[in-house]
Nanobody
Framework: VQLQASGGGLVQTGGSLRLSCAAS???????MGWFRQAPGREREFVAA????????HYGDSVKGRFTISRDDAMNTLYLQMNSLKPEDTALYYC???????????WGQGTQVTVSS
Protein backbone atom coordinates (compact mmCIF):
# COMPACT_ATOMS: atom_id res chain seq x y z
CA VAL A 1 0.00 0.00 0.00
CA GLN A 2 1.26 3.45 -0.90
CA LEU A 3 -0.29 6.74 0.12
CA GLN A 4 0.57 9.95 -1.72
CA ALA A 5 -0.55 13.20 -0.09
CA SER A 6 -0.75 16.42 -2.07
CA GLY A 7 -2.45 19.79 -2.14
CA GLY A 8 -0.50 21.64 0.50
CA GLY A 9 0.78 25.14 0.02
CA LEU A 10 0.96 28.68 1.34
CA VAL A 11 -2.32 30.42 2.15
CA GLN A 12 -3.36 33.49 4.09
CA THR A 13 -5.33 33.41 7.31
CA GLY A 14 -8.97 32.70 6.55
CA GLY A 15 -8.17 30.93 3.31
CA SER A 16 -8.91 27.39 2.19
CA LEU A 17 -7.02 24.40 0.89
CA ARG A 18 -8.03 20.91 -0.12
CA LEU A 19 -5.61 18.08 0.54
CA SER A 20 -5.75 14.83 -1.36
CA CYS A 21 -4.35 11.42 -0.54
CA ALA A 22 -4.14 8.96 -3.42
CA ALA A 23 -3.94 5.34 -2.35
CA SER A 24 -2.64 2.33 -4.20
CA UNK A 25 -3.59 -1.08 -2.94
CA UNK A 26 -6.51 -1.90 -0.67
CA UNK A 27 -8.46 1.23 0.24
CA UNK A 28 -12.19 0.67 0.36
CA UNK A 29 -12.24 -1.75 3.32
CA UNK A 30 -10.33 0.55 5.63
CA UNK A 31 -10.90 3.70 7.57
CA MET A 32 -8.54 6.55 6.78
CA GLY A 33 -7.21 9.47 8.75
CA TRP A 34 -5.34 12.75 8.58
CA PHE A 35 -2.71 13.83 11.07
CA ARG A 36 -0.43 16.83 11.28
CA GLN A 37 2.84 17.73 12.92
CA ALA A 38 4.28 21.18 13.43
CA PRO A 39 7.98 21.77 14.18
CA GLY A 40 8.77 21.03 17.80
CA ARG A 41 5.32 19.60 18.48
CA GLU A 42 3.90 16.11 18.72
CA ARG A 43 1.86 14.62 15.93
CA GLU A 44 -1.79 15.61 16.25
CA PHE A 45 -4.93 13.80 15.11
CA VAL A 46 -6.90 15.89 12.62
CA ALA A 47 -9.72 13.77 11.22
CA ALA A 48 -10.78 10.22 10.39
CA UNK A 49 -13.43 8.56 8.28
CA UNK A 50 -14.68 4.99 8.58
CA UNK A 51 -14.90 2.72 5.58
CA UNK A 52 -18.52 1.76 6.25
CA UNK A 53 -21.22 4.38 6.56
CA UNK A 54 -18.78 7.23 6.18
CA UNK A 55 -18.82 8.18 9.87
CA UNK A 56 -16.34 10.96 10.56
CA HIS A 57 -14.40 12.19 13.58
CA TYR A 58 -12.43 15.39 14.10
CA GLY A 59 -9.87 16.80 16.45
CA ASP A 60 -11.22 19.59 18.63
CA SER A 61 -8.99 22.21 17.03
CA VAL A 62 -10.43 21.67 13.53
CA LYS A 63 -14.09 20.89 14.20
CA GLY A 64 -16.40 23.04 12.12
CA ARG A 65 -13.58 24.15 9.81
CA PHE A 66 -12.24 20.95 8.23
CA THR A 67 -14.14 18.21 6.40
CA ILE A 68 -12.81 14.76 5.63
CA SER A 69 -14.25 12.76 2.76
CA ARG A 70 -13.36 9.88 0.51
CA ASP A 71 -13.98 8.75 -3.05
CA ASP A 72 -13.67 4.98 -3.04
CA ALA A 73 -14.01 4.76 -6.81
CA MET A 74 -10.91 6.93 -7.13
CA ASN A 75 -9.09 5.46 -4.10
CA THR A 76 -8.67 8.99 -2.82
CA LEU A 77 -9.04 10.64 0.56
CA TYR A 78 -9.66 14.37 0.92
CA LEU A 79 -9.39 17.02 3.59
CA GLN A 80 -11.17 20.29 2.90
CA MET A 81 -9.71 22.97 5.15
CA ASN A 82 -11.55 26.26 5.55
CA SER A 83 -11.01 29.30 7.77
CA LEU A 84 -7.36 28.42 8.10
CA LYS A 85 -5.36 29.86 10.98
CA PRO A 86 -1.60 30.26 11.47
CA GLU A 87 -1.75 27.49 14.07
CA ASP A 88 -2.85 25.09 11.33
CA THR A 89 0.64 25.34 9.84
CA ALA A 90 2.11 21.84 9.82
CA LEU A 91 3.10 18.85 7.76
CA TYR A 92 -0.09 16.92 7.04
CA TYR A 93 -0.07 13.14 6.71
CA CYS A 94 -2.69 10.66 5.59
CA UNK A 95 -2.76 7.18 7.04
CA UNK A 96 -4.69 3.95 6.80
CA UNK A 97 -6.67 2.92 9.87
CA UNK A 98 -6.66 -0.77 10.82
CA UNK A 99 -8.56 -0.55 14.14
CA UNK A 100 -9.51 2.11 16.65
CA UNK A 101 -6.49 4.31 17.22
CA UNK A 102 -4.14 2.24 15.08
CA UNK A 103 -2.73 3.19 11.68
CA UNK A 104 -0.39 1.07 9.61
CA UNK A 105 0.54 2.85 6.36
CA TRP A 106 1.45 6.54 6.20
CA GLY A 107 1.88 8.97 3.36
CA GLN A 108 4.93 11.18 3.00
CA GLY A 109 3.23 14.39 4.11
CA THR A 110 2.29 17.65 2.45
CA GLN A 111 3.21 21.03 3.93
CA VAL A 112 0.53 23.55 4.80
CA THR A 113 1.64 27.04 5.77
CA VAL A 114 -0.84 29.69 6.86
CA SER A 115 0.47 33.23 6.96
CA SER A 116 -0.91 35.83 9.36
Amino acid sequence: VQLQASGGGLVQTGGSLRLSCAASGTFTSYGMGWFRQAPGREREFVAAILWYGGSTHYGDSVKGRFTISRDDAMNTLYLQMNSLKPEDTALYYCARNIRIGAYDYWGQGTQVTVSS
